[in-house]
Each structure stands twice: as C-alpha cells, then as structure tokens.
C-alpha cells in the first residue's frame, strides 16, 4: 500500500507543481472542481462529475474562453485525477472505518 500512495503522491505533486501549459492555479482550480470561470467551469464540473456526458460543444466553449488546447487537456486530466483522488479517500475512510467497528 506504501508503494500506492507515494506513486499517488508523486503523480498529484507531479501536476499540480510540476511544468505545463495550464497554469499552476488553472490546474488547481480544476484538480479540486472550483474557483474556474464559465465555460471553464462547467467542462471541469462535467468531467469529474459525469465525464461521458462531455461533448465537442463543451470543448469548444472552453477554447472560446481563450485558452489552448493543451491548456484544456491539462485541466481535463487534473480534474479527472482530483475526483479519482476524492473517491480514492472517500473509500480508503469508509474502509477504515469499516475495519474498526468490526
């Protein structure tokens, strides 16, 4: 499990701190699902919350915004990353919790 958490660790350092095209605050905002402006932020709530519901119409928009490509694709995997790591906890809790009632 050590070898799992530091990996997760690593990658979550990796794009938040690491170089790219999104700024370190754009990355952020997405890897936690707040603090984007429209359209950004109905692209990011859409990929962690219902990711296949995104569409080409949603990507455009966030181009519209002014932002690139890559800068999309950046936040698209920061914000799929901060959902998988909110659930990841969220279970390692119940989990936890789990272990201690029994």
Known sequence: MLDIMQARKALVTR????DGRASRDQRRAAFDN?????????????????AYQVTDEDITAARASGISEDQIFEMVVCAAIGQ????YDTAL?????????G
Request: glycine share 6%.
């Open 93 to 101: 809790e119940a989990l936890e919790a789990a272990t201690k009632e």
């Open 15 to 18: 794009l938040l701190e690491g």
């Open 84 to 87: 998988a790591s909110r659930q």
């Open 34 to 50: 707040a603090g984007l402006p429209k359209p950004l932020n109905m692209l990011i709530d859409k990929v962690a919350k219902h």
